[in-house]
Every structure is written in C-alpha cells, then in structure tokens.
C-alpha cells in the first residue's frame, strides 16, 4: 500500500529515425498515488503518447524507469487498462463480444460468457444496453468510443491509462462522457493518467494537471485541482475552475514551441 | 407504360441538373439487352456475309442450336453429362486445392521468417514461370485421368491467392495489433482473433481470383492431357473444325466459371459481412 501506485523514474525516450535521433522524452519523473487521476496535456508531438506507451508496456524507454505497484514494468501490466484515441473495436465481433474480448484473451472463451452479466451493466451504464448484439459499423463514433470504456472496464483494471479518449468527438458529447468517466473512476477509486488536448477536461477530471514542453518533451510545470469531487459540470463555471484553466494555459504557452515553420509557412 | 412517361418527365425537367451519362439514366436490363442484340446482330451479318469462313465464325443460329443439343445431350444423360460432371469436379477439387495451397503456403510467408526470407523468392521465380509449362509433368506424374488436371487446376490457381492471403495478414491494423499487445494476447490468439479475421477481405479477394483461374486451369489440362472432361470435347470438336460446338461448350465454361466466382461472392458477402458500409472504422 505505501508504494505509489505508478512511478516514472528518469525517463528518457530517443527515436532513431532515419534523419536522426529524436529526443522524444527527456528526465520524465512522476509519481502517482493509488487512486490519483492526472492529465498530461501538452503540444502535438511532445511525447504524451510516448510516455503512456511506456507506462502500458507497449514502448521500451531509452533510460529510467517505471515500476506500476512496485515492479518494474517489461511488458503490459496485467493491472492496467489502456484507451485509444480511437475505439478500435473488432468489426466481426457484436459489441458484447468486443466488450468480452480481454476476459477471453485473459481467460477463455467459456470465462467469458461468465461475465455476460458484468458486461452487460456496463454497457447499460453508459447507454448501450439495447446495442449489445449490434455490430460496431452500427454505431455512431460517441458509441463505439464508449463500448471501447466498457471494454477498458470489464477486466476491473487499477490502471487507467487513457490516450485522447474523446478527442474525436463533438463538445457535448464528450462532456458526457467525461462525466460518466468522473462517476466510474470516482466510484471505484482507479488510478489514471489522460492524455487530453483539452485544458478544461484534463482541469475538470485531475486531482493534477502535468504540463509539459514541446520537443524534446519535459514536465513543465505541475497545476494541483482541488476541486471537491464527485465533479460537476457547473464547478466548470466557478472563478476557481477559471482560475486553474488560466494557469494551465500560461504554463501550456510558455513551453509551447511555436516553431519557425509555423511562422515560414 | 405510365411509368415510363413519368419517368420522361423527370428526365425532361431535370436535364440541366442530370450530368449522368445516358448508360446510367436508361435501365440495365434495356442496355444490357440492346448490347446483346447489337452483338449478335453484328455476329449474324459478319458470319453470313461470306468474309469470315464458318469454321472460324458459325451463325449465331448454328452455335446456338450447338448449345441448345448439348443441354439436350446433358439432361438425357450420357457421354456429355459426364464430361461436364467431370470438368466441374476437376475445377472444384482445383479450388479447394488452390484455397488450401494458397492460404497455407500465405501464412507461412506472412508469418515465419523461413517463409519470408527462403521460401517467397523460390515462389515469386515459380509464379512468374508460364505455369502450362508443368503440365506434361503433371501428366507423367499423376496420368491423364483427372489428377493432372486438378493439380495443373490448383496450380495455375493458388498464387494469387497465396499472395493475398500474405498481403492481408501482413496489413493488420496498427491501432489494433496494439490493443491486443495491451491486452497480452499470446501469438496464436492474435493470429486467430485477430489477423485471420482482418485479411478475411483480401482471402476472398484471392478466392474470387482462384475460383476462375481454377476453371481455367483445368481445361488448359484437359486440352494438353485429353481424358474424358469437357474441355477435352471441346478440343476434339475444335479437331473436327465442328465450330459451333467449340462456341456452345466455350459457352458452358465460361458460365461455369462465372458460377464459381458468383458462389464465392456470395458466401464474401456473409462472411465478411462488415465490408457492406464501407468507411465506418478507416476514417480518413
Ligand atoms: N515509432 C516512432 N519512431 C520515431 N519517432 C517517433 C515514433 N513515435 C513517436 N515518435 C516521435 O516522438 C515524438 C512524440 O510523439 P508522440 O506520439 O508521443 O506525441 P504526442 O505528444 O502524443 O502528440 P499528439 O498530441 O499529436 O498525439 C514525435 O516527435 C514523434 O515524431
Ligand atoms: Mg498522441
């Protein structure tokens, strides 16, 4: 229990590409408590999805480290649950099939229809119940990303680890999603760390906001939201909320390389 | 008749909207008649106007009644029901041949390093050899009864399914090749639930390409290894310079490959059902 949840100890990403090494990631340290939900938000090509796929076990770092629960992670940890920016369900499979798939691929086929039940309550809790034996090309772009929550969920992972989730979809709708994230993490105490380009969703779903730089991609600066939670989408209209927004903002601005080409081009 | 008019109609008052050419505004079937017609009638007049000899161009009337004897002569049974009952099951073991040979010999490609790197080269040089040029090996090897055939069938027909089988298990998608690494799939669950259903589209791709080729392949067969098939009554009655009959039975195989490829589009559309509506998950 005393160790963190996640920790990311001095870690440095380098691509070697063609045209050279690219500096991806450089000295990245951070520590979150178990239950702790942090965004990272920073300009395109900074390396947030870099760092979650090191977390998650998908890219090796070049330097440092990252222990999840204290051990060293190697390959995808077992207690994490990833999400992509996009759904990617299975075309062949219904959407409770798809919802099924990490039991299946975890435990077999038979397993899985164990937890029928389990996944059909999750797909009522965010509105799908009725869609279960659709198949994905059935849904809208907001139905299919939630199947893929229900998905991320249904194995009860202690990790979220969550890449743009809602990048894709129109404001409102995201804002409902956002909220019923808030409820399910909320409820079950899951750590999480989102990847957003949104100042006001990562400030309204993080107990802390990481900012970082672009290229080579450091931590810039660290916002702490103590907003009461459960969230509601009226604290969006506090002064507080603002106030936060606003130092997210000029940290976002300060470390933002807004590049000769932009300015060239 | 009514409809017709109604049709005119809309025709009239949107002629400055319509930019389809004039094959898309009339129906199919009229189009696809009318060109029959004009094909036949140009046939009739070529083959009667005493330029082309008939024994390289019978009437359309002589091919037909050639083909209209042969439905005869296959539903009262005998010789030539049998020849038919021959070629297609030549050309349906063919199929299944090319569809193990090619799938299997595509996984081995796709997915182990021994077939990437040893055994492609051997087969791109194969495929790119004339491949009738094997067929008296077929013959001495498996006789002229309908073994050569089949096996000169599924050889002409498996490469490119093979190489569609490859190109789909090689291109599976990269978001979801992650999501299963995320989800600690094993290497047999990917290849399984993963790529085998996502190349799906391309196997089929393959299996339309080698449900003709397989036809064809075997009344290559027949025509260089005789036995009893219809290809071979067909080179016979080309021998006896019988022109007609070598368009009716031309005929026959052609709507037998085409019965082939029909069969194999049909079980496409139920099995890689989520094809239909296309753009859903590839986005931009
Ligand atoms: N496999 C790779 N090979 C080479 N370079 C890579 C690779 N993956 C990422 N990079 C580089 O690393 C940097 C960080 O990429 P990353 O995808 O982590 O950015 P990001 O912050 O997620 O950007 P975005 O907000 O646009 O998604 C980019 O400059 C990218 O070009
Ligand atoms: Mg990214």
Partial sequence: ?????????????????????????????????????????????????TLLNIIGGLTSATAGKVLVHGASVTAPPEEAGMMF??????????????????IELKSGKRESTRHTERAMDLLSAVGLADFAAKYPHELSGGMQQRAAICRMLISDPQLLLLDEPFGALDELTREQLNLQLDRIVEGVHKTSILVTHSISEGTFLSDRVLVMSARPGRVIGVVDVDLPRPRTLDMMQTGEFLTLTNRVRLLLESGHDFGDEAISA | ????????????????????????????????????????????????????SPFILPTPAAAFDALLSFCIAVFEGGALRQALVITVVEALLAFVLAVILGVGFGFIVAESAFGRIVLLPFLVALNAAPKVVFAPVFIAALGFGIGSKVALGAFIAFFPLLVDTAAGLATTDRDKSQLFRSLRASRMQTLRMLQLPSSLPFIFAGMKTASVLAVVGVV???????????????????????????????????????????AVAFAERRVVFWQRPHGTTTGS
């Fill in chain 2, 1 to 52: 008749m009514s409809s017709q008019l109604d049709t005119a109609k809309v025709t009239e008052s949107t002629k400055l909207l319509d930019r389809r050419s004039i094959w898309e505004r009339i129906p199919r079937s009229v189009s696809l008649t009318g060109f029959l017609l004009v094909v036949l009638g140009l046939w009739q007049i070529l083959a009667t106007s005493g330029w082309v």
């Fill in chain 1, 1 to 49: 229990m005393d160790s963190p949840a996640v920790s990311v100890e001095d870690v440095t990403k380098i691509f070697n590409t063609k045209s050279g090494a690219v500096v991806a990631l450089q000295d990245i340290s951070v520590t979150l408590a178990a239950g702790e939900f942090i965004s990272l938000i920073g300009p395109s090509g900074c390396g947030k999805s």
């Fill in chain 1, 85 to 102: 920016q996009k759904p990617v369900l299975l075309e062949w499979r219904t959407i409770l099939s798809n919802v099924l798939l990490p």
């Fill in chain 2, 220 to 262: 290559i067969g027949e025509f260089l290894g005789g036995g009893r098939g219809l290809g071979q009554q067909t080179k016979i009655a080309g021998d006896l310079l019988a022109t007609d009959r070598v368009y009716a039975y031309g005929f026959v195989l052609a709507v037998l490959g085409y019965l082939f490829f029909a």
